[in-house]
């Protein structure tokens, strides 16, 4: 053997050699250093009261902590007249969310809700962006808009609702509106969060709403059950019903923009299939 076939053999060995001892642990080092040095996506944070304004006229929309998601859009000249949107959000990372099933409840559209999607981007506690598809405004005008949340001196989204926010004198007035008729009405709570009279909207019994402050957020969850007894003609939501019909929905306090007003109360409640009510009082 020669000198140069020895060296040659000797080389092949080492490298084997190094292979075995080597390979599969320096492959899953660095494997598993590279990926400890990629941070993940952040998850997409959203959750408060947002406002924006549309051709003149206010699309207030509120995100609960169950990732329920409703608008009230006072498109309309009269500013008791809301249409209602509801939706469930699904969140996405780095401020990107989605609603499968977005339900529009507009009369002046139709008598059933209809329904669409929604995409929203650029989404943190202080706004978001959203486009609207199968839906439109009652005026067939697209939805796609970015919303701001409210000011910390109107409303503070961190603050903890109190059943003690909701009762006191005097009584919040103003009008509940279901897509076809308002009613002026004023509305007043027991301890329980429970109205403590009797109100009625297009002969619906509207004395089983209940308000219930959410787990550390400034919001109220609203139920609503609507019974098949009428008050003084037909309720067309409980009419051919063996039982009542429940409503669910949120309600919030913030600073009233009205002169001599230190309170506003917005409430919306809706139903399986996205049919609801609205309540907007000042106090």
């Not at 001892?21 to 990926?35: I, K, L, P, R």
């Amino acid at each position: 053997m020669t000198i140069q076939q020895f060296m040659g053999r000797r080389l092949l060995l080492c490298f084997a050699l190094t292979l075995a001892g080597c390979g599969g642990t320096v492959s899953d080092g660095a494997a598993s250093s590279g990926s400890s040095n990629i941070a993940p996506s952040p998850s997409t944070v959203l959750q408060g009261v947002y406002s924006v304004t549309l051709q003149n006229k206010e699309f207030l929309s509120v995100i609960t902590p169950e990732f329920d998601w409703y608008a009230l859009y006072f498109e309309r000249l009269t500013s008791g007249k809301p249409d209602i949107f509801s939706g469930k959000l699904s969140l996405g990372v780095n401020g990107l969310a989605t609603i499968a099933s977005v339900r529009a409840f507009q009369i002046a559209k139709s008598a059933l809700p209809l329904t669409g999607t929604a995409s929203i981007s650029a989404a943190t506690a202080q706004g978001y962006s959203v486009s609207l598809s199968g839906v439109t405004s009652a005026l067939g005008d697209s939805l796609s808009f970015s919303a701001s949340a409210l000011a910390p001196t109107s409303y503070n989204p961190s603050t903890a609702a109190s059943y003690a926010d909701l009762q006191g004198t005097p009584s919040w007035q103003g009008s509940w509106y279901d897509g076809e008729t308002s009613n002026l009405s004023s509305l007043q709570f027991s301890s329980n969060g429970s109205v403590s009279s009797v109100t009625s909207l297009n002969y619906c019994d509207l004395s089983g709403l209940t308000l219930a402050p959410m787990s550390g957020v400034n919001l109220f969850k609203v139920t609503l059950n609507i019974p098949v007894k009428s008050l003084g003609g037909i309720c067309l939501r409980s009419k051919d019903r063996l039982t009542g019909v429940d409503l669910t929905g949120v309600a919030f306090l913030y600073k009233s923009p009205l002169a001599g007003k230190s309170w506003r109360l917005d409430l919306v409640a809706v139903d399986s299939a996205g049919s609801g009510i609205s309540f907007r009082g000042d106090r």
